[in-house]
């Protein structure tokens, strides 16, 4: 009996639970009209952004929206949008918590595709 709790006691002090959500739909609330029919536009490069924070008995942290905003944030500072014609497309929000005894961890990371408008229009 005592070689049971042996095992379960590092068994249970080690254990913590992880969710992950990923949120797919594209949240940019800025209107870029994209032709996809004409080859007016290149994709440029995949950039990514992260977040982190956290919890101490639920409490704590910053807010979901504050950490997409951060996420954000270093996106734009990976590109250079300022005076081209490039626009941040197909972005995907990710979260991901874990959990330990009274901690919690949350991550939030921001993906999106740089395009840039060529002013070319082909068709396809």
């Given amino acids: 009996m005592k070689k049971i709790y042996l095992f379960l006691l590092p068994a249970l002090l080690f254990t913590g639970c992880g969710f992950h959500n990923g949120l797919t739909h594209n949240a940019n609330v800025n209107n870029t009209n994209v032709i996809l029919s004409e080859r007016n536009f290149r994709v440029v490069s995949n950039v990514q ?16 929206s504050a950490m997409i905003a951060e996420a954000k944030a270093q996106i734009l500072q990976q590109t250079d949008m300022i005076g081209k014609s490039r626009a941040l497309v197909n972005e995907i929000v990710e ?30």
Avoid: C, D, N, P
């Avoid at 977040?51 to 704590?60: A, C, D, L, N, V």
């Fill in 49 to 64: 952004g992260t977040s982190e924070t956290f919890y101490i008995f639920g409490f704590g942290g910053m807010s979901q």
């Fill in 95 to 124: 979260e991901h918590r874990s959990i330990l005894f009274i901690v919690g961890k949350k991550k939030i990371t921001v993906t999106a595709q740089l395009i840039e408008f060529t002013g070319v229009s082909t068709k396809r």
